[in-house]
């Protein structure tokens, strides 16, 4: 070894001399150079995605802004424009929610721990989970086509408020798998052993540490997974929901017994995006007006959605330490 | 303590020397018979491993990496059933009843309720100090608080770690420090009483200082319970261990009283992984 170092050593220090020529150095020029020009092709490309936007977004203000009030809000759809509202669409869109949220919440959640926690992992599984996230990417308009066969047709559901968000139930299902999942998977495999090595079973595993750490990512996943499916309009389309309704669905509670009732459920209904949709529509320019300030609330919905996705986030994870 | 004599009439082989006729201060509290261990993918990490375990003694495994030290261990409380089809081939017997922990008969969940564990990083949930140690109770469906009040500082003064928490019970118990942490993982293995105290190499991730609290608490808690305790350090194998056995490659290659094993080695193996010569 030591001969091999001492025959070596001449080339060495030749090379070592050699280092700083100034092909070198202009070497080191050129790729600061490119380094330079990358950083500005970034930023252009970062400023076009964000100008583009802020334009679409001011466009919308300037033109929808002034016509968003408190009458906006209580009024039905009408002939004239400046008595339109969006009363029936946004309470059909907190309906079908509420539907989405009761189906694909827990479905979702249960499948995620099932699949992270409880599957054994052969290639059944990887099939089921390869599908289940190719079933994300399905264009939302096949969900709608699948819920007129099944839901209207098949079950007779009929065009109402429970087919629209069973539909939407299913679109969003695999991002709450999904999401739930990862946030599953964010738990470390330590916490699992310590809580098995104290003798705990797998359901007390689950039920007091896997959930409890998971929930923020859980929680996040599912307002996404519910601030896209407020906004999705081409599935509801297929399913025939109406572009005019000048009613409410009845109260979910009355005064006699049983108090509850779930008359509402099988209302026809209209949703925010539909109701811009058929504004858009109109040759009159006062409805156009109405589609921005629509399209201005539903902006300002998923914004707050994804905000308190965001908060919940941070919050959950200032407190997990592992 | 035994005396050489005794020993050498045993430590002929090499293999599963058990110092014969346990004087009445040495209970055997387990037994590990001709274990063997497969993973699910049939690869044979211990080859018939025997091993005597004796009540309120600390016994170290020790051994270079890979030599199945910290395998051995978690057959002890069945950890290796958590994750697909390991097999498990001959026994370790629970004394006094001589029950068999790795038989069908016996539930890993009531294995672990009996034989705790402390991991090689500390792992405490991201709950508070008091909930850590309660854990167990919980677990076991213990409701009244009195009692696990009790429990919780009879574990914590036990780990050594009452007096830097007990006006902090309620914070995170991650807002501790490594040494502190380790320390509650012990609090937390300790609060269900176990009949032994598996230790994973439980200073290596954590500073010298702290690695000396572990040290003097293996010490101290050996009088409450039987440690079993994994370790890459010799010099904390000499220092808190009274039994040691050195494997290597699957194989148990000598066990004996440790100052027997670092002062007087019977198998070359066991002098070269002594003195540092490979591992």
């Known amino acids: 070894m030591a001969d091999a170092e001492q025959t070596n050593d001449p080339t060495k220090s030749k090379v070592g001399e050699s280092i700083l020529t100034d092909l070198v150095l202009s070497s080191i020029r050129v790729r600061k150079w490119i380094d330079f020009a990358f950083m500005v092709v970034g930023l252009l490309a970062l400023l076009f995605s964000l100008i583009t936007l802020l334009a679409l977004i001011l466009d919308l203000v300037r033109t929808g802004g002034p016509r968003v009030s408190w009458d906006f809000f209580t009024s039905f759809p009408s002939r004239k424009a400046m008595k339109a509202g969006i009363l029936s669409a946004w309470v059909g869109s907190l309906c079908v929610m509420a539907v989405t949220s009761l189906c694909a919440i827990p479905l979702g959640i249960a499948a995620g721990l099932y699949l992270e926690e409880y599957s054994k992992k052969n290639w059944i599984t990887t099939f089921i989970e390869l599908n289940i996230v190719n079933l994300a990417g399905v264009p939302s308009i096949t969900f709608g086509l699948m819920a007129l066969g099944i839901f209207v047709y098949g079950l007779g559901m009929g065009q109402s408020i429970l087919t629209a968000g069973l539909t939407l139930g299913l679109l969003v299902l695999p991002i709450v798998i999904v999401t739930t999942r990862e946030a599953i998977r964010s738990v470390p495999n330590s916490i699992r052993e310590a809580s098995f090595a104290l003798g705990s079973s797998k359901w007390q595993m689950v039920r007091h540490h896997i959930l409890p750490y998971s929930s923020g990512g859980i929680l996040t996943g599912?307002?996404?997974?519910?601030?896209?499916?407020?906004?999705?309009?081409?599935?509801?389309?297929?399913?025939?929901?109406?572009?005019?309704?000048?009613?409410?669905?009845?109260?979910?509670?009355?005064?006699?017994?049983?108090?509850?009732?779930?008359?509402?459920?099988?209302?026809?209904?209209?949703?925010?995006?539909?109701?811009?949709?058929?504004?858009?529509?109109?040759?009159?320019?006062e409805f156009h007006v109405n589609a921005a300030a629509t399209g201005l609330i539903l902006l300002m919905m998923t914004l707050v959605m994804n905000g308190i996705a965001i908060y919940i986030r941070y919050r959950f994870r200032r407190k997990l330490k592992w | 303590m035994m005396t050489t004599s005794t020993l050498d009439s045993t430590a002929s082989s090499a293999l599963a020397a058990r110092p014969n006729g346990p004087s009445p201060s040495q209970e055997l509290r387990a037994e590990v018979r001709n274990l063997s261990f497969f993973y699910a993918t049939g690869n044979k990490v211990l080859n018939s491993v025997s091993l005597p375990i004796y009540e309120n003694k600390v016994t170290a495994l020790i051994g270079p990496s890979g030599c199945g030290k910290t395998t051995l261990l978690r057959c002890f409380n069945r950890m290796h059933d958590l994750y697909g089809k390991n097999r498990y081939d001959g026994e370790i017997l629970l004394f006094p009843e001589g029950k068999n922990l790795l038989g069908d008969d016996i539930d890993p969940m009531e294995v672990r309720m009996r034989i705790g564990m402390v991991f090689q990083k500390p792992n405490p949930f991201p709950k508070s100090i008091f909930e850590n140690v309660a854990y167990g109770l919980r677990v076991r469906g213990v409701r009244k608080k009195s009692f696990i009040q009790e429990r919780v500082e009879w574990s914590l003064r036990h780990a050594g770690l009452w007096k830097e928490v007990k006006d902090r019970l309620t914070d995170l118990a991650t807002s501790l420090s490594g040494g502190q942490q380790q320390r509650l993982c012990i609090a937390r293995a300790l609060a269900t009483e176990p009949e032994i105290l598996l230790l994973d190499e439980p200073t290596s991730a954590l500073d010298p200082i702290s690695t000396g609290h572990i040290e003097e608490l293996v010490t101290e808690l050996k009088k409450d319970v039987t440690i079993v305790m994994v370790t890459h350090n010799m010099h904390q194998a000499s220092r808190c261990s009274d039994y040691t056995a050195f494997m290597y490659l699957g194989d148990l290659i000598e066990y004996n009283h440790s100052t027997e094993i670092f002062t007087n080695p019977r198998d070359k193996r066991t002098e070269s992984y002594i003195t540092g010569r490979f591992g």
């Open chain 1, 222 to 285: 599912v307002i996404i997974s519910l601030s896209r499916a407020i906004g999705e309009t081409a599935p509801l389309i297929t399913i025939g929901a109406l572009t005019f309704i000048a009613f409410l669905p009845p109260s979910p509670v009355n005064e006699t017994f049983p108090f509850v009732n779930f008359q509402w459920l099988t209302e026809p209904f209209t949703v925010l995006p539909i109701q811009m949709f058929n504004w858009v529509s109109r040759p009159e320019k």
